[in-house]
């Protein structure tokens, strides 16, 4: 079963909608209202984008396979970076960084709960980074750029607007990524 982590986090938790980010603009796509509770988008992207940042490694995987509810990885990430980065989402949203980072938390928790539901089949270190591969666009699309999550997680390619794009020959270059970056 093929599922957008992102929309799936979103509706478990009972978040407004997600709204996808034009990559040209780094705005909300044309037609569209602004975001209403940016603080849940900035959250639940900010925990995921972790989550696909941990899935990169060996050591990564594992954690997660042994983990249940606990965002300690989320340190292990972030790093020193973790309370920057929830002050910044804070300050991004306009919110408290107390409801930041309960949030962020919910979200990674979360996360963490469809990954295992996903993966209950074949769980194992590949499963992982490869569910997360082919997650990595349905994170994007979802990330406004003011949010520096590249900077935060030392992966500028997070940022890069051309990594969000979308459309048919973009939609077959990301496939092309996933296959390259699955060992990575």
């Known amino acids: 079963m093929s599922i957008n982590i992102a929309e ?3 509706k478990r938790l009972q978040f407004p909608p997600l709204q996808k980010i034009d990559p040209n603009t780094q705005s909300r796509e044309e037609g569209k209202h602004e975001l209403h509770y940016p603080v849940t988008q900035a959250s639940l992207i900010t925990a995921l984008a972790g989550l696909y940042k941990i899935t990169r ?3 990564g995987c594992v ?3 042994l983990t249940g509810k606990n965002t300690d990885w989320l340190e292990d990430v972030y790093g020193d970076n973790l ?3 929830l002050r910044h989402v804070a300050e991004y949203s306009r919110a408290e960084t107390t409801e930041v980072e309960k949030l962020v938390n919910e ?4 996360a963490v709960l469809i990954l295992h539901e996903q ?3 074949n769980i194992n270190v590949e499963s992982f980074k490869n ?3 082919g997650q990595r666009e349905n994170i994007l699309v979802y990330m406004p750029v003011g949010l520096q999550l590249g900077e935060m997680l030392h992966d500028p390619m997070l940022d ?3 990594n969000k794009m979308e459309g048919p020959v973009s939609n077959l270059m990301h496939k092309i990524e996933n296959i390259f970056s699955e060992g990575n």
Do not use: C, I
């Open 131 to 133: 569910f997360m591969s």
């Open 83 to 85: 309370d920057k980065t």
């Open 57 to 59: 490694t060996t050591e």
């Open 107 to 110: 979200s990674a928790d979360t």
């Open 8 to 10: 799936e986090v979103q």
């Open 160 to 162: 890069d607007n051309t």
């Open 63 to 65: 954690r997660l396979l």
């Open 119 to 121: 993966l209950a089949d």
